[in-house]
């Protein structure tokens, strides 16, 4: 059974960064995939980053690309999403997620039904 355990949310004005963390346990193999989505209140789970492990490959969804990045450290079982240039827009509940095999990259997009594994979630404000 995978866990995933997110930090690092918190309040920050526009134009400045902040850096999730999500420190998984379980089965290596389970977790093969790992992605960052967010939800805002109203909103539908959207999918942002993703990192295919074994090879650190990486996906990312164009509203995040070129300001957010998806990282990962093996030795500490810990996936990062630094994320810079934030606007009010970002503000949301931020989660990683975990699959086996499949990252969910279908026609552009991040699907979050794929994933098996979520974190708790971690809310981030970003003020104008």
């Known amino acids: 059974q995978v866990q995933l355990v997110e930090s690092g949310g918190g309040s920050v004005q526009a134009g400045e960064s902040l850096k999730l963390s999500c420190t998984a346990s379980g089965a290596a193999y389970s977790r093969r995939c790992m992605g960052w989505f967010r939800q805002a209140p109203g909103k539908e789970r959207e999918g942002l980053a993703v990192?295919?492990?074994?090879?650190?490959?990486?996906y990312y969804a164009d509203s995040v690309k070129g300001r957010f990045t998806i990282l990962q450290d093996n030795a500490e079982d810990t996936v990062y999403l630094q994320m810079s240039s934030l606007k009010p827009e970002d503000t949301a509940v931020y989660y990683c997620?975990?699959?086996?095999?499949?990252?969910?990259?279908?026609?552009?997009?991040?699907?979050?039904?794929?994933?098996?594994?979520w974190g708790q979630g971690s809310q981030v404000t970003v003020s104008s």
């Open positions: 990192i295919y492990t074994p090879s650190s490959t990486t």
């Open positions: 997620a975990a699959h086996d095999w499949n990252c969910g990259v279908v026609g552009g997009t991040i699907r979050a039904d794929v994933y098996k594994y």
